[in-house]
């Protein structure tokens, strides 16, 4: 074989050949899935196979948010290893209800990575549910709860005219420093936290559809994120905050 020769298989057999190996290597590669690790009942067991379809690729194998995806994101998803989570309504330290989850994969978590499942019969999400939970041994020690939203009773001067503008004077003492004075999330320390934080002016809210869910997160914090609680403020105050959010969130329109 001459050099010609040998260069010439070289460009039009070989390197074609392992390109095209390359290329069928990567699409016949099935991506990772959970395995049935422990005893999984019928309705885990079903709930792993949602899991596999509709989660592994941000939360990971694992179920510790190590995936490929996540290195792409700026809020990471969370560990259910530790069952810390940040959405929901029952206080620092304790676990959320299963109407927390529930509302976390109806609705999503906007501005995040996390999509809504809302399209996804409730028999799946509730065996994706159970199934997230045998990540933790937390779930079978301790017992979820409280929530707050049985206490939460939104007043009638919601979003009244003088509410907003107490809302904004509270705002100006205690949310600037993160929020930013206009509220879109771009706060004097926002550039220092390991979580942004929310632009309030987007017509969405993170912590679900209500005024409720907001003052929720007024109440209890996210936990694990430097979004701190708020309880140290009046209800009055706090809702009247929620009446400040909501007049952000709708001056766009
Ligand atoms: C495209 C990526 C992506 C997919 C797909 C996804 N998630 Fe998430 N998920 C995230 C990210 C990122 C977060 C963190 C958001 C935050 O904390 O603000 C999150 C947060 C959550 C939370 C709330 C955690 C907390 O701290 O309260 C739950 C529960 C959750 N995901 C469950 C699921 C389930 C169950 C599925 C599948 C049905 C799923 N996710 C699919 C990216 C994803
Ligand atoms: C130390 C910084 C910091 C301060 C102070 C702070 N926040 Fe936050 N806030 C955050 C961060 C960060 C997030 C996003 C958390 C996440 O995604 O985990 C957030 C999230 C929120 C959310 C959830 C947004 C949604 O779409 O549901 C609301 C509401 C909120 N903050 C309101 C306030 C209000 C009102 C104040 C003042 C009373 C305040 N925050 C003070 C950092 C802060």
Not at 28 to 34: E, L, R, V, Y
Not at 155 to 175: H, L, M, R, V
Request: charged share 25%.
């Amino acid at each position: 074989m001459g050099e010609n020769t040998a260069v010439k298989w070289l460009l039009f057999f070989f390197f074609p050949a392992l390109f095209i190996y390359g290329l069928l290597h990567v699409y016949s590669s099935k991506p990772a899935q959970a395995k049935k690790t422990k005893d999984l009942t019928a309705q885990e067991e079903a709930g792993r196979k949602v899991y596999n379809k509709f989660c592994v690729g941000c939360h990971g194998v694992n179920g510790d948010g190590q995936s490929e995806a996540a290195n792409f994101f700026k809020v990471k998803p969370p560990n259910f290893h530790t069952a810390v989570f940040r959405w929901k309504s029952t206080p620092e330290g304790s676990l959320p209800t299963d109407e927390d989850l529930m509302r976390v994969l109806n609705w999503g978590i906007p501005q995040t990575p996390m999509p809504s499942f809302k399209l996804v019969p409730d028999v799946q999400k509730r065996a994706v549910i159970a199934y997230i939970k045998t990540f933790s041994d937390r779930w079978k020690k301790e017992k979820p709860g409280p929530s707050v939203y049985k206490d939460i009773h939104r007043p009638d001067w919601f979003g009244s005219p003088e509410s907003i503008e107490k809302g904004k004077q509270i705002y100006a003492t205690n949310c600037t420093s993160c929020h930013g004075e206009q509220g879109r999330g771009d706060g004097p320390i926002a550039t220092t936290l390991p979580v942004p934080p929310t632009d309030l002016t987007y017509p969405v809210r993170s912590a679900g559809p209500n005024p409720e869910d907001t003052f929720r997160v007024l109440t209890v914090g996210l936990e694990g994120s430097p979004m701190p609680k708020f309880d140290f403020l009046s209800e009055e105050d706090r809702w009247h905050l929620v009446s400040y959010i909501a007049y952000l969130m709708n001056k766009g329109k």
